[in-house]
């Protein structure tokens, strides 16, 4: 494990998460993943450390109010949020990691569209990181 570090854009919002140099991340097709490029790398909660910039977040939610999308409320990028399907974790946007600490990524397609489908409990089993 090591850290690596990211934030938003104008970097008023910076966190720092535990995972390996390779890292394990999911490209979704539902509409808001799709929508923004995001690529997910989920991690148990206590791996992620909000560094600064919780005052300029902002949070949406839709349909089942269970994800909790955080935006920065300056530039509008989501950096990372509290996903539906590992509410005990935290999804950061891959994209949004510094670059340095990344050895390799390993992308995997997830079909979000068809949620229900493949969590008709709600949650998901396992952490991908």
């Known amino acids: 494990m090591l850290k ?9 919002v910076r966190f720092e998460v535990l995972a390996s140099a390779t890292i394990n991340v999911s490209e979704c097709n ?15 909660e206590d ?3 909000l560094m600064s ?32 399907s590992h509410p005990e974790g935290v999804s950061v946007n891959a994209r949004c990691l510094d670059p340095g600490s990344v050895d390799k990524m390993n992308i995997k ?8 489908k493949y969590y008709p409990n709600g949650k998901a089993d ?4």
């Open 53 to 84: 910039g919780e005052d300029y977040l902002t949070e949406y939610t839709f349909d089942t109010g269970s994800a909790k999308h955080l935006f920065c409320k300056h530039c509008g990028i989501k950096a990372f949020y509290i996903p539906r």
């Open 4 to 12: 690596h570090q990211g934030g938003c854009h104008c970097g008023r």
């Open 126 to 129: 396992s952490y991908l990181n």
């Open 30 to 44: 539902c509409s808001i993943c799709s929508k923004s490029g995001y690529l997910a790398m989920i991690v148990p």
């Open 47 to 49: 791996r992620f450390t």
């Open 109 to 116: 397609t997830f079909d979000g569209q068809n949620w229900e």
